[in-house]
């Protein structure tokens, strides 16, 4: 068995920030998880719908990887990112950081992990990479996943080789904390204002703002949009509370990171963002309910109900991101 050395196998609510948490610690920079998303500019919204797609998915955050670019970018960390289309290569890339004693972050297909609970495709899943033996591969995933947990490495290849939406190519990625690292606080203000900017100034109507809105105009319809509306309504609001998000579409880690930050600068425009993206925390759950609601009993009312929750939403979030922006 190879191991990396001093490993806290600390399980999180969300994927990349879980992998981001094992790398840095194995560093020495210990932030909390809020602070990891934050950080990394880490929140947004998508309304994704397509001729292909058997329902519509709304997502919380930016695109997979781009939180660990952002954070990266905002710290001034050492990132080493490797991809390939050679499986060979890609295990190389992976096996020689553990053999030097650190671990290595992967995203891959959880589809294929023997331990995930849930079989579905996800192209953007992103777990930490401690070590291996002839067998199995020791990985660190969420919290709801199990934490520090095993998988064949037959099962890791087929995870990483898989192609489709939001897959990469075997990547895998180290990080280093430099010597003269920028304070973590120094970068908070910036981080937030370029949460908020592209937020507040999305390119297409489906994202930031424009696409809570246009989910709130969109909704009511949903049960014609689904053949089968007992399953998808309810999996929606799974998505939206368990699927890694930390509950609320990720609105309860932002809210935390706020909180975290009001603790450190003295802002009235960061005192109304947080307390803004609290309110938004509970109507995003409140969305949820409604949205489970409806498929179980059938009853188109509590998608009206949530369209206009989502209306009020998609106020919030802009008044919570323009106070934030004037950081």
């Known amino acids: 068995m190879t191991l990396a050395k001093d ?6 609510q969300h994927c990349e920030t879980t992998a981001l948490g094992v790398l840095l610690r194995h560093e020495g920079l210990d932030l909390s998880e809020p602070m990891l998303f934050g950080l990394g500019s880490g929140l947004s919204f998508i309304y994704w719908d397509s001729k292909g797609m058997g329902f519509p998915f709304l997502g919380g955050r930016v695109k997979p990887f781009e939180l660990t670019r952002n954070l990266a970018a905002a710290l001034g960390l050492g990132l080493v990112i490797e991809e390939t289309t050679s499986p060979r290569k890609a295990w190389q890339n992976v096996a020689a950081p553990i053999d030097a004693g650190r671990p290595v972050g992967l995203q891959l297909d959880s589809y294929h992990l023997d331990y995930f609970s849930t079989k579905v495709h996800f192209g953007g899943h992103v777990v930490a990479m401690y070590g291996y033996d002839e067998r199995d591969a020791y990985l660190v995933d969420t919290d709801p996943q199990g934490g520090a947990v095993t998988t064949s490495l037959a ?11 939001m897959t990469a190519r075997h990547r895998s990625f180290t990080l280093t904390v430099p010597g003269g690292l920028t304070s973590p606080q120094d970068r908070i203000i910036p981080a937030i204002k370029t949460c908020a900017d592209a937020f507040l100034n999305p390119p297409i109507a489906n994202l930031g703002h424009r696409g809570i809105e246009k989910t709130a105009k969109l909704v009511p319809k949903w049960q014609q949009r689904s053949d089968n509306p007992r399953e998808d309504l309810p999996q929606a609001a799974l998505l939206m509370e368990r699927a890694g998000t930390g509950g609320a579409l990720f609105r309860n880690l932002y809210r935390d990171f706020l909180a975290e930050c009001a603790q450190l600068i003295d802002s009235s425009h960061l005192r109304t963002g947080h ?21 179980e009993s059938g009853d188109a009312e509590n998608l009206a109900r949530a369209g206009s ?11 919570a991101m323009q106070s934030l922006s004037e950081l």
């Open 7 to 12: 490993i806290d196998a600390r399980g999180m």
């Open 275 to 295: 307390r803004l993206y609290a309110e938004a925390a509970t109507l995003w759950t409140q969305v949820a309910a409604l949205l489970a609601a409806a498929g």
């Open 309 to 319: 929750v989502l209306h009020e939403l998609a106020r919030i979030e802009r008044d």
């Open 155 to 165: 099962a890791l290849a087929r995870a990483r080789a898989e192609r489709g939406p």
